[in-house]
């Protein structure tokens, strides 16, 4: 057994399938979705994030890993597959999983814009399942910690940069053992971007697994330990960015000649 | 590490809901004034129309006819839009999704969602009746109107929340244009006999009256504080409330639940 194996895995992907079908008929009146085929989504991806690493999901606009972050955060229903958090079947026992989550998405809505910064962390630290003292004592830490203490007000107020580091605090109130970020530095200038990636590190030297989907294949080359490439749903690649840093311009540089085979158009920044 | 209570969770919905509201600074003065609005313009078209034929049955006129009428498909109205709005406002703000992903449950989160604006409600009320006793002090039966309204109201809410849930139902599939909830409170203005007794209205109409729940609302609180009927005289109409409650309300869970999970298989919980 390696040092790594001794590490415990919080999240497991096991050959996770979603294929968006179109409404029965008889709901089409109703619903209104992109899909009037079936569209595979995501097709068998299998990986883990251990405690303390930070994974990144990167691929093309529409490579599925919007999907899967919705998938493992109990979202979304899977069409097959298994996902366990700490072991519970995220299908079986949906309840459970939840209290190990922390979820920020990839649009800086997903906050009461009404209220203010610490009234937001307050309300969603009860929801999280924290007695109200304690949501407020967290409330008032993890402000600090995202460097908004100071600078609280409504959030209609608040920057895109401050939003996006109010819904990282939002997500980590009930210190989740597995945090799913959705592009959150999308929008985000370089100072921003900055600042969440020092967060990011941090909340993973204390023990958190952190998956992390992104198009900035900079942060993703200089933030994670592991890289998981997805083009079309399918896994193209799987393992630590050191096994791509060979090639000429270093790891973002290789991420990108590897997405841009399939005819895509990331491109490194 | 010991976890929120769903008392505690209640509570900060309905905290976080105080502090939307007192942003807004102008919505009680507003629902103040459009309650005088209203109940005077009930008042003047009693003066109108004086003490017709066709309410021959009831004390008073037209004015506590259609006040009571006004205070029925208030309640109702709130019981059948509040969820479906709710819903809708949080799957704007993009607050559905981040809520669903933690561990507090939905029918928490409905619940909590529904108290502030029933306390709404209720100052809502207590301003109708406010106006009716300066209009008419102590000529109106007070003791009934106590003792009737909570209880009649709190069934015909109950029945209206359980359409509500099927109205938000059709928001959690469809996002916008339900259809339900206008159609159930203008029929239900309507048929029921909101403003005019259900006996104008021709008797094939009179059949269809009697599907609405509001008209068994309607008839026992005009019944019990207009025409000094007694608990034994509606029964009937109380029971019918009971039944529509018994019939609607689970009903409505079952449809909502699978609506929201259609929702996760289709992936458009947070659509908008």
């Not at chain 2, 209205?201 to 009256?209: A, E, I, R, V």
């Amino acid at each position: 057994m390696t040092e790594v194996d001794r590490v415990p895995v919080v999240l497991n992907v096991e050959d996770v399938v979603k294929v968006y079908e179109p409404p029965p008929w008889w709901l089409r009146p109703l619903i209104r979705t992109a899909a009037r085929e079936p569209v595979e989504a995501v097709g068998g991806v299998s990986f883990q994030v251990r405690s303390g690493e930070i994974v990144g999901l990167v691929g093309p606009n529409g490579a599925g890993k919007t999907t899967l972050i919705r998938i493992i955060a109990t979202l979304l229903e899977p069409s097959g597959g298994r996902v366990t958090i700490r072991g519970t079947d995220i299908a079986a026992n949906p309840a459970r999983a939840r209290h190990s989550i922390g979820l920020v998405l990839s649009d800086d809505r997903g906050l009461y814009w009404r209220l203010t910064g610490l009234q937001n962390l307050e309300f969603f630290g009860v929801m999280a399942g924290l007695p109200p003292a304690t949501a407020r004592a967290r409330a008032a830490e993890l402000l600090e910690t995202v460097g908004l203490r100071g600078r609280d007000k409504l959030v209609f107020g608040y920057s895109a940069g401050m939003r996006t580091r109010l819904n990282v605090a939002r997500a980590l109130l009930a210190q989740p053992e597995l945090l799913l970020l959705d592009e959150p530095s999308r929008g985000l200038d370089p100072v921003a971007s900055r600042q969440l990636a020092d967060i990011l590190r941090t909340q993973a030297q204390s023990g958190r697994a952190i998956l992390l989907s992104s198009h900035r294949l900079d942060e993703i080359a200089e933030v994670c330990d592991t890289v998981v490439a997805l083009i079309g749903g399918d896994m193209r690649f799987a393992g630590a960015p050191d096994e791509l840093s060979g090639a000429a311009g270093g790891v973002a540089r290789a991420l990108a000649t590897l997405l841009t085979e399939e005819g895509n158009d990331m491109e490194p920044r | 590490m010991t976890s929120a209570s769903t008392m505690e969770r209640v509570a900060a919905i309905v905290r976080r809901d105080i502090m939307v509201e007192r942003s807004y600074h102008f919505q009680l003065a507003l629902q103040v004034i459009g309650i005088g609005f209203s109940a005077g313009t009930f008042f003047f078209i009693g003066k109108l129309v004086g003490e017709p034929d066709a309410l021959s049955d009831y004390e008073g006129g037209y004015f506590p006819f259609a006040l009571i009428g006004s205070i029925v498909m208030t309640t109702s109205v709130l019981g059948l839009s509040t969820f479906s709005q709710k819903i809708s406002d949080e799957q704007r703000a993009g607050t559905l999704e981040v809520l669903l992903s933690t561990p507090t449950r939905l029918g928490t989160i409905l619940l909590g969602s529904f108290l502030v604006p029933l306390a709404f409600l209720l100052v809502e009320l207590a301003l109708y009746l406010v106006f009716a006793l300066i209009v008419f002090g102590s000529a109106l039966p007070w003791t009934s109107i106590v003792m009737a309204l909570p209880v009649l109201l709190l069934l015909t809410i109950v029945v209206f929340s359980a359409l509500g849930i099927f109205s938000a139902t059709i928001i959690v599939l469809a996002k916008r244009g339900d259809p339900l909830a206008g159609l159930v409170a203008q029929s239900s203005n309507f048929l029921a006999g909101a403003l005019f007794p259900v006996s104008l209205l021709p008797g094939w109409l009179q059949f269809f009256s009697h599907l609405v729940p509001a008209f068994y609302g309607l008839r026992a609180i005009r019944d019990l504080i207009l025409a000094n009927a007694g608990w034994g005289d509606v029964l009937g109409d109380v029971l019918a409330l009971v039944a529509f409650a018994a019939v609607l309300l689970p009903s409505s869970m079952w449809a909502f639940s699978r609506a929201v999970r259609i929702a996760r298989v289709t992936g458009t919980l947070g659509n908008y």
